[in-house]
């Protein structure tokens, strides 16, 4: 099976910064697309940023100049770097792989359960 392990969440001023990491592990042959995904409270879960295994990257209109994904390929690690961040980008954060197993050689979709970033004075 694969887990993703999901850290660096929490409570953060307006114009405060926090670093999300997201980790995989278990069954991974190879690990493609990474991503970041966020639900705010009401409102439905929308794409925030990804990142190929060619690293090329995706944003979201809302956090294109503040926010910056990146990844480890040799950790099987995603990050995202939140600068800026405003009381609208309070949301639980997702992370979220495509891969293949090495037990089966098929794609598969993961998620992870979630951080929750709240911003607020």
């Known amino acids: 099976q694969v887990q993703l392990v999901e850290s660096g969440g929490g409570l953060v001023q307006p114009g405060g910064s926090l670093r999300l990491s997201c980790a995989a592990s278990g069954s991974i042959y190879t690990i493609y697309t990474m991503g970041w995904y966020r639900q705010a409270p009401g409102k439905q879960r929308e794409l925030v940023a990804t990142i190929t295994s060619t690293d090329k990257t995706n944003y979201a209109d809302s956090v294109k100049g503040r926010f910056t994904i990146s990844r480890d390929n040799a950790k099987n690690t995603v990050y995202l770097q939140m600068n800026s961040l405003k009381p609208e980008d309070t949301a639980v954060y997702y992370c979220?792989?495509?891969?293949?197993?090495?037990?089966?050689?098929?794609?598969?979709?993961?998620w992870g359960k979630g951080t929750l970033v709240t911003v607020s004075s």
């Open positions: 979220n792989v495509d891969l293949m197993r090495y037990t089966d050689f098929e794609m598969a979709d993961y």
